[in-house]
């Protein structure tokens, strides 16, 4: 039982990397190596384990791709200031906890990332709509069908599978698929 479960849920892992656009993903890829280039500012952001992802990538960035060069990227994450997160949720609305950070930081050319399994976090969405309107270009990592997220991105990166872990460990693959492509490149 314990075997079969464990092939069952590799195939399905496996069935929704090969469900990625790879077009979608090399875009993905050119972004990050652009913003890094062109000194912009890298957001991410998520809930629950997709928060837990924004922030393993943004380590990965800003260390593991970082370390040792004299030009380095500029991430954050945005679930990492938990003060900050905490104060709009209870004083303001928890749909605001990222577009209020945003309204902070960010500039015209920066690129922000919302990681969504579902695709229809409110205050993902909302964050993603300010970005939109003030000149960011913007990335969803999404699972299930893409939800709401896959639209309003203007680069989804879709891992096609209706299984919240199986979509969360895909994104967490690809953000390290592209650690090692970014530390190959630049």
Avoid at 19 to 39: K, M, T, W
Avoid at 86 to 115: H, K, P, S
Avoid at 157 to 164: E, F, K, N, T
Wanted: charged share 20%; with cysteine; glycine share 8%.
């Amino acid at each position: 039982m314990i075997r079969e479960h464990f092939a069952d849920y590799c195939a399905g892992l496996s069935k929704a990397l090969d469900g990625v656009s790879r077009e979608q993903f090399e875009e993905f890829i050119h972004l990050l190596e652009d913003a890094y280039h062109n000194d912009r500012q890298v957001f991410f952001m998520g809930n629950g384990g997709s928060a837990s992802t924004a922030s393993h990538f943004i380590c990965d960035l800003n260390k593991g791709v970082s370390y040792g060069r004299p030009k380095r990227f500029r991430g954050i994450s945005l679930n990492d200031n938990l003060a900050t997160m905490t104060a709009y949720a209870n004083d303001v609305t928890y749909e605001d906890v990222f577009v209020e950070q945003l309204r902070n930081f960010l500039e015209a050319g920066d690129l922000v990332v919302a990681i969504s399994g579902s695709g229809n976090s409110p205050n993902v969405l909302k964050a993603i709509a300010y970005a939109n309107s003030h000149g960011a270009h913007t990335v969803g990592l999404c699972g299930f069908d893409g939800g709401k997220l896959a639209a309003a991105v203007r680069t989804p990166v879709l891992a096609p599978i209706h299984d919240m872990q199986k979509a969360e460990d895909a994104h967490m693959i690809l953000l390290h698929v592209a650690m090692q492509v970014l530390c190959s490149r630049l």
